[in-house]
């Protein structure tokens, strides 16, 4: 790769997101991500301390054009060093935008110590608001936690909050309508994700997935959707403008992420890196290259650069899921779940 192009790829391509996970654990198991019996955490050891989480941020904004960053995990609240990551990233950083993906358990209590920590943003995980439902996919009764989570954040300025949802066909599918209506009231702004093939028990079926459109089929039955003028090409989410059904004025927007059915891998600028410090150029690469055992070998902020740089022009060009069935030969689901990756 060019040195001079941050981190490109073979495929035309510059990653500028940074994903950073800094945890695997997880205090939930929902069904399309974690298996009921959690998974073999990493030792905390094998965890980047808040100064390696610093120095690999370092390298990315100082050296190879990063310029946002989110963290994400497992869950990051389950790190007790949260606030001391954020804080040091945010004195290292002044104005880089940092957010964070969370489920939000424990957040009410945090929210406040966070933001004043550094944290810019967040997005919080919600796929049900029936308590019923929310503990038969999460297999965890919590719920109250998450809707307190969420009111703290907006209560701590960490806003716009947004909200992160995945259906599933036959558990929470019918809640689509109920979840927008409910974000609009709040002043949430509600994103659909659909659900992808990274599931720790490979249980994903194409037939079961609720698509983008069937998304749009649900919501269209109690809202007036028209697309955003604001929609930025290429942008994961499809933004849509939510009117009453007789029209009217805009009651807010919502987004729709077609990760599977309607991908936007070629317009892609993420990069991750995973909680035991490996670089991932993909959610769904088969590869990862280890930059924090290069780090704490005592490597140069520009030899960890080059072997970044590296790993990330070797991006794959799609993720091949865009197919119909498993059975595509393009399609491989990565050994490692998304909890393990870093979602
Ligand atoms: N624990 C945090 C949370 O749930 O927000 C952060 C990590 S989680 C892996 C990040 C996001 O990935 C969540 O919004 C979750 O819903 C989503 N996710 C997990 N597994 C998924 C899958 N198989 N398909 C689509 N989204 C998934
Ligand atoms: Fe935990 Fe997030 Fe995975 Fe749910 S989606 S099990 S909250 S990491």
Redesign the pocket.
């Known amino acids: 790769a060019p040195a001079s192009a941050g981190l490109a790829d073979r495929h035309g391509r510059r990653a500028t997101d940074l994903r950073l996970s800094v945890i695997d654990k997880?205090n939930l198991r929902?069904t399309?991500?974690m298996p009921a019996a959690g998974l073999p955490w990493l030792p905390a050891a094998q965890l980047m301390s808040p100064a390696e989480i610093v120095r690999i941020v370092g390298v990315g904004v100082g050296e190879l054009g990063v310029t946002e960053l989110r963290l994400?995990?497992?869950?990051?609240l389950v790190r007790g060093d949260l606030e001391e990551i954020l804080a040091a990233v945010r004195a290292a950083h002044p104005r880089l935008p940092v957010s964070m993906?969370?489920?939000a358990i424990g957040l009410a209590s945090r929210a406040q110590a966070l933001a004043a920590a550094g944290l810019d943003r967040i997005?919080v995980?919600l796929d049900s608001l029936d308590a019923e439902t929310f503990k038969a996919l999460a297999r965890r009764d919590r719920l109250g936690d998450v809707l307190a989570g969420a009111e703290a954040a907006a209560a701590a300025g960490l806003s716009p909050v947004k909200i992160?949802a995945?259906l599933m066909a036959g558990v929470n599918d019918h809640e689509a309508a109920d979840l927008l209506a409910w974000a609009l009231r709040r002043g949430f702004a509600l994103r659909f994700?659909?659900?992808?093939p990274?599931?720790a028990d490979h249980g994903?079926r194409r037939e079961e997935m609720v698509t983008a459109a069937q998304v749009r089929d649900r919501l269209s039955q109690r809202f007036r959707l028209d697309p955003h003028p604001g929609q930025r090409a290429g942008a994961p989410a499809e933004l849509w403008e939510v009117r009453p059904p007789a029209g009217g004025p805009v009651l807010g927007t919502v987004g729709v992420i077609a990760s599977v059915t309607e991908p936007f891998c070629a317009a892609c600028t993420r990069t991750r890196i995973t909680a035991e410090g490996r670089i991932r150029s993909c959610l769904f690469s088969h590869e990862e290259t280890d930059l924090l055992s290069l780090l704490r070998a005592g490597a140069s902020d520009a030899q960890l650069a080059e072997l970044w740089r590296a790993a990330m022009w070797a991006k794959p060009a799609a993720h091949g899921m865009d197919h119909p069935g498993l059975d595509s030969p393009d399609y491989v689901q990565p050994e490692r779940s998304?909890?393990a990756i870093g979602?």
């Open positions: 997880c929902c399309y991500c994400t995990g497992g869950e990051p993906t969370t489920n997005n995980s992160n995945v994700i659909e659900q992808m990274l599931d994903w998304m909890s979602g």
